[in-house]
């Protein structure tokens, strides 16, 4: 059972245009929500997070937006830019200090010059 | 620093043989871990360990052992190849803070394929 899903496996946005990117989780333990960003050859690397007692978090071009009681999250980019391109995983972790990340099957999101 | 350093970047085994992810990171991170990408699954955690002598399962454990001697190692065993471990691994470390919330720092990965 996919305790995390991202329904879109892939998006494809003009460049300076807004690129969201959806995430719902069925697991009402999880607490904090997390994105990375995934290149081609790399590991993931870290982009954002969100704590269960915020709604939004921004971080430069960056903000992630949660709805708790629809268990839903997004991502969004303002403006995208053609080094967005890459696949975004997003992750979540139960309470109470919890490593443990349970990921979504990524959207490969393809910005268009 | 190096981070989070992984050997080899590919490996190619037969059906039965045994090998060993390497993973090692510089940074004195408590918490490391394993994970395994295959299409259209995400990042599955197979093991994990918050500190040198503790390791526990993660959500795909069979197959696989781990050990965890020193802060920085934690070498990931495969006991006896077989073709449905053929994957992506990864390996992460992190800080355990008081909240338990730290990113998670990957390292580059290990391609194996198991004939």
């Known amino acids: 059972d996919q305790q995390v899903k991202q329904n879109s496996p892939s998006l494809s946005v003009q460049e300076g245009r807004i690129s969201i990117l959806n995430c719902d989780y069925t697991?009402?333990?999880?607490?904090?929500f997390l994105w990375y960003k995934k290149y081609p050859a790399e590991g993931p690397t870290f982009l954002i997070s969100?704590?269960?007692?915020?709604d939004k978090n921004e971080d430069g071009r960056f903000t992630v937006f949660l709805n708790k009681s629809a268990k839903h999250l997004s991502l969004h980019i303002v403006p995208s830019q053609p080094g967005d391109s890459a696949v975004y995983f997003c992750a979540a972790t139960p309470r109470r200090g919890n490593e443990k990340l349970t990921f979504g099957t990524g959207t490969r999101l393809t910005i268009i010059p | 620093n190096a981070g989070v350093t992984q050997t080899p970047k590919f490996q190619v085994l037969k059906t039965g043989q045994s090998m060993t992810l390497q993973c090692a990171q510089d940074m004195n991170h408590e918490y490391m871990s394993w994970y395994r990408q295959d299409p259209g699954m995400g990042l599955r955690l197979i093991h994990y360990s918050v500190g040198a002598g503790i390791t526990d399962q993660g959500e795909v454990p069979n197959g696989y052992n781990v050990s965890r001697s020193t802060t920085e190692d934690f070498p990931l065993r495969l006991l006896s190849a077989a073709p449905s471990q053929t994957s992506v691994y990864f390996c992460?470390?992190?800080?355990?803070?008081?909240?338990?919330?730290?990113?998670?720092?990957f390292g580059p990965g290990t391609r194996l394929t198991v004939l």
């Open positions: 697991n009402s333990m999880f607490d904090y």
């Open positions: 992460a470390s992190s800080y355990l803070g008081q909240q338990g919330h730290n990113e998670q720092f």
């Open positions: 969100i704590s269960s007692i915020k």
